[in-house]
Nanobody, 125 residues
Framework: QVQLVESGGGLVQAGGSLRLACAASGRSFSRNNMGWFRQAPEKEREFVAVIKWSGSTFYADSVKGRFTISRDNAENTVYLQMNSLKAEDTGVYSC???????????????????WGQGTQVTVSS
């Protein structure tokens, strides 16, 4: 059974940092794209960042320059380093993985087949 489990969320002051982790189990995702999405209260879930199987990374404009996505294939884990956090970064952050090997990048939820439960990030202003 494939599972994605996020950790690292919490409460932080504006300007602070958090590092999220998403540990995958049940299969290897070294050949697959993995991404992070977030959902703020009363808003639609939105794309945050994706890291391809090749290591290439892509970000939403709202987090570019502040967030960094990375992966450790040996640990089957993807990370999201979040710096200079703002109140508008508040939300539930979920990691996602595609089942397609060596796929192209996608910013859309429907591209991803596996999802974690999410971890709450709250940024106080």
């Amino acid at each position: 059974q494939v599972q994605l489990v996020e950790s690292g969320g919490g409460l932080v002051q504006a300007g602070g940092s958090l590092r999220l982790a998403c540990a995958a189990s049940g299969r290897s995702f070294s050949r697959n794209n993995m991404g992070w999405f977030r959902q703020a209260p009363e808003k639609e879930r939105e794309f945050v960042a994706v890291i391809k199987w090749s290591g290439s990374t892509f970000y939403a404009d709202s987090v570019k320059g502040r967030f960094t996505i990375s992966r450790d294939n040996a640990e089957n884990t993807v990370y999201l380093q979040m710096n200079s956090l703002k109140a508008e970064d508040t939300g539930v952050y979920s990691c996602a993985a595609s089942s397609q090997s060596f796929g192209g990048v996608s910013y859309y939820e429907t591209f991803y087949d596996y999802w974690g439960q999410g971890t709450q990030v709250t940024v106080s202003s």
